[in-house]
């Protein structure tokens, strides 16, 4: 039997967690009846992995599968119209469903394209990555990137429900789990310090990637992300708080062109960073900041980067969705639990926190 | 004083109608308060004729202004990603308001990108055609077109309000007027037959301009469309009707790649069509159909088209949004004043209507 958490209201929806890929087709089957369309999107590794688990399943429906190339530079809009016209190919219409097999890319890619096909069809996330399973298929965001700043163009646009198989982290790559770790990290300091201490005692578990120990984590920490957007669905208020670490991961992405660095260890430091800067102004102890870049440094994230010219990326942070007015807005660490947003950080407090990770 | 009708509910929004350009300013004062960014997207030919009047009311605003070439293919995702970069480069973020000053293409334009810049700004609509003062400002439909099919990728996004100055029509070709005028003739068969009455009757009047018919005539024409989109603004019932002559008028003009026919005279042809069935099927008499090809002719809208291939018509009319599990939906008019969506029609049916309008 797997667990059900809903996520946010009017009307909200369900995440399925534990949900095994091949009982899809049943549920769907009682959910919307035998008729319908059912529109895959996927990458090919992903595919090779489970599209035939999931087929199997859906094997009473009339059922399409797309591949799309394993990239962030997929999340484009070239990408976007490629896929608008596979669909029509595949004869989707407005009663088509997409189901998104995939991790973060796939998710925000196939949410983006269901949000806008027609004005906008229905779609299921089934995430395959750790990152995707705690973070990224919960909230409705959705996006494509563009050469200006990553997820410029997207939607607020809920899926239908999430479907979570955690036995798809079995063949995930280790940097792959490092890229959910990093949003773990994330989601201990921003909502739940207990999640902090677990990760820390079952560092060994997590790196022989234990699906016990994993499937544990990944509860606690999607909790946090849940409890977060479900006050605040539009990203008006405190949701703004899951982006701690994002303005300077982001910028680091886009310094490399989206290539060079993963999105975690962008994030981990973008923590470090943000991090730094509480420091200075007295919100973290030392001990909180030593105990950050150490858990970061025992899951192999990185906690320094060579070779980046501080005031690139500075330049590269005025993009930033979050920015109001002019002024760059961040999310700062207050302690261990908790985390505020400010808008007063000077350019010269942030090239001091860039440059603390810059070797 | 100008006249408002609220649109929608939920919250819904308000037209503004008979709102003087240049008393923006002090609306928006009052209503969202002196900060703030204003980002006029616009084309050449209104930027020239009207922007000053508007930039005047706004002076005491952060206001940019970016122009887009005037022309139905200026509604792709390639602009899209033009405008992106250009409105970063305003310092647009997430606070500034999109105003969309100009017909159907600035409108679904501008309003799509505003629908999808950040995730979402909000928008104004400043309908500057009678086709978008009567028919596509009003219910929140936004897209641009793809290679495969018009309106494909875009959004239900409502404007933050529509602000309707009728004297923009003093400067507007006759060609445009038409185009707004089958739409008009539309709403009359799908909900008015006093307003078929009111157009036959001030035939002149309307081919000279005057002022105060044509907006009397457009205040009855988007009296309907109001009245049907807010009862269904996601087009799950009947707004459907609203799309009568739409998918013979969208299949003409993808055959001439959205250049050789207007939309008017698209839809002029599509509601023709649309009568041949519904006069083979009983449900308009012979005079019935005679009026509405008489109507049509004394507006100087086509009734007739040379050298297209009614198979090729057929087959781009696959594409469209309302068919479902592979019929062609189609609206069919039902008399004078009343419509109905069909998805029975045989393709011999349709070529039929078809030849009977390619001479």
């Given at each position: 039997m797997h667990q059900t958490i809903k996520v946010g209201k009017d009307p909200g929806y369900f995440l399925h967690l534990g949900a095994p890929l091949k009982e899809l087709g049943a549920f769907l089957d009682k959910t919307y009846g035998a008729s319908g369309h059912y529109l895959i999107i996927t990458n090919p590794i992903v595919a090779d992995l489970y599209a035939e688990q999931l087929l199997e399943g859906l094997k009473y429906f009339r059922t399409d599968l797309i591949t799309v190339p394993d990239s962030e530079e997929e999340k484009s809009l070239a990408r976007i119209s490629k896929l608008t016209e596979q669909a029509l190919r595949c004869r989707?219409?407005?009663?088509t469903i997409v189901i998104a097999l995939g991790g973060g890319v796939i998710g925000d890619l196939a949410g983006f394209f269901a949000s806008i096909f027609m004005r906008g069809i229905r779609y299921i996330h089934i995430p395959t990555t750790f990152l995707a399973q705690i973070?990224?298929?919960?909230?409705g965001k959705v996006a494509v990137n563009h050469p200006a700043g990553k997820n410029l163009l997207g939607s607020f646009y809920s899926p239908q429900f999430v479907w979570t198989d955690?036995?798809?982290?079995?063949?995930?790559p280790w940097v792959e789990i490092q890229n959910g770790l990093a949003e773990t990290i994330k989601h201990a300091l921003v909502g739940d310090p207990e999640l902090l201490d677990l990760v820390e005692e079952k560092v060994d578990a997590i790196k022989n990637k234990d699906l016990v120990v994993l499937q544990n984590i990944a509860m606690k920490s999607l909790a946090v992300k849940v409890k977060i957007v479900s006050e605040d669905e539009r990203e008006k208020n405190q949701r703004v708080l899951l982006n701690l670490g994002h303005s300077f991961g982001h910028a680091l992405e886009a310094d490399q062109g989206f290539?060079?660095?993963?999105h975690g260890q962008g994030v981990s430091l973008g923590l470090l960073a943000a991090s730094y800067i509480s420091y200075n102004r007295g919100l973290l102890s030392a001990g909180e900041l030593a105990r950050i870049e150490n858990i970061l440094n025992k899951l192999e994230l990185p906690t320094w980067v060579t070779s980046c010219d501080p005031y690139v990326l500075l330049e590269l942070m005025a993009g930033d969705k979050k920015n109001k007015a002019g002024n760059k807005v961040l999310v700062l660490p207050v302690g261990i639990g908790k985390a505020m947003a400010v808008a007063d950080c000077e350019d010269g407090e942030i090239v001091v926190a860039w440059k603390k990770i810059i070797k």
């Open positions: 989707a219409d407005r009663a973070d990224s298929s919960i909230g955690f036995t798809t982290l079995e063949t995930l290539r060079g660095i993963t």
